[in-house]
């Protein structure tokens, strides 16, 4: 079945324009004509196009030109000429500067509607291919307790319609994952699934990078760029952490959902963009619009359908085929001869508290893997795990407890900032954010601490 799409027509020929206009509409297509190519460079900046077709000679700029400027803009949109005097070296020229197929005129609407057609699902495959390769083995939602059993029972429900979800969940229990399964499951599939951490972009270029802006709209601005809504045109965007906006932010945001349009930074015009937004966050957004820190409406927004993923902690019956599966993972990326993991292995794993949850837990594999030659037993994960202590050993601690207040003070402080730095994905921002201190404070009190931050961010 053919898949609709977009194509701009560039003709200085009103006839041939009409023609095609209608041969792709009637396939199915949508058509939009433009009977000149500085008109048609202006479209193609400002609305997502899946394929351009440009005739060569006409007046003023010809579409040799029309694509080398396409190409200075930075559309990523395929393109296929056709001339009607057309020559090998102009073949050649139009291949060379990144023309996808050349047609000669007259054009049989046959062969050009299966030239296009063929452009289609090259542009696909090549996004698909780009794609997989990204996600080969880092993108498997694994599971098999009743705890994320209701999770995923919930995303099925949601996943094939447009409803807004908020992911909620503390750092590392794989909302991203979730995010992208619920793509997976959408009509949406076959587009892009693009994401942004909002807490991890700093406040001056976070429109930037969703929105996008144009070349000299600012200093560095070199290049015109496309935002992640731009990108994620008939697909999804995944805005993580979602409740470390700037609050200037959450208003621009806000008008795109409504208007279902961006703004490029500099640009004259909106650009319509066709996006599912899904957000994330490991903060309580109910608490943050009553203290002022996000917008009401925005909530409403985008607060429709609320997912709660549960904490490695709570879903231990997940623990062995999560092991498995890193195990695996770790191993085939390395060259490495499996090992396996003994019951009391798993058993040791299952009485860790997992502060740092499942990204944590991959962290914890790959070094068991790195100590161990032939079996991983519960020893080994004592050795993995120095600061981890099981429910019992925990108790027999407190028991034993010496030294003075300040010392205790000290070590409670130490555990409590170490925790936190697992959570946030050892970036300094957000832990600094959920501990209530500036991020330069954190770093002092980091080497009060003795605790090494690029120790902990090498250990990934």
Partial sequence: MTVKAKILIVDDEANTLASLSRAFRLAGHEAVVCDNAERALELAKTQPFDLILSDVVMPRRDGLTLLEDLKTAGVAAPVVMMSGQAHIEMAVRATRLGALDFLEKPLSTDK?????????????????????????????????????????????????????????????????????????????????FVTLNCAAVPAELIESELFGHEKGSFTGAVQRHAGKFEQAHRGTLFLDEIGDMPTAMQAKLLRVLEEGEVERIGADKPTAVDVRVVVATHR?????????????????????????????????????????????????????????????????????????????????????????????????????????????????????????????????????????????????????????????????????????????????
């Fill in 112 to 192: 050009l509607l299966v030239t296009v057609e063929n452009a289609l699902k090259l542009t696909r495959l090549e996004t698909e291919n780009r794609d997989l390769r990204s996600r080969v083995g880092k993108h498997t939602l694994v599971w098999s307790g009743e705890t994320m059993r209701r999770v995923m029972t919930q995303i099925e429900r949601v996943a094939a319609s447009e409803t807004r979800i908020c992911i909620y969940g503390e750092t590392g229990t794989g909302k991203e994952l979730v995010a992208r399964t619920l793509h997976e499951k959408s009509h949406r599939a076959a587009g892009p």
């Fill in 284 to 460: 309580n957004l109910e608490q943050l619009v009553e203290s002022g820190g996000f917008r009401r409406d925005l909530y409403h927004r985008v607060v429709v359908f609320p997912v709660e993923l549960p904490p490695l902690r709570e879903r231990c019956e997940d623990l062995p085929a999560l092991v498995e599966h890193f195990a695996q993972q770790v191993s085939a990326q390395n060259g490495w001869k499996p090992v396996p993991f003994a019951a009391s292995a798993i058993e040791a794993l299952k009485e860790y508290a997992w502060p740092g949850n499942i990204r944590e837990l991959r962290n914890v594999v790959e070094r068991l893997l790195l100590l161990v030659d032939a079996e991983v037993d519960a020893e080994a994960v004592h050795l993995a795990l120095p600061g981890a202590r099981t429910s019992a050993q925990a108790a027999e601690h407190d028991r034993e407890k010496t030294g003075t207040l300040a010392d205790r003070v000290l070590e409670f402080e130490r555990a409590e900032v170490l925790a936190e730095l697992e959570r946030s994905g050892k970036h300094v921002t957000p832990a600094a954010k959920a501990l209530g201190l500036e991020r330069s404070h954190l770093y002092k009190k980091c080497q009060q601490l003795g605790i090494d931050l690029q120790s902990l961010r090498s250990s990934e």
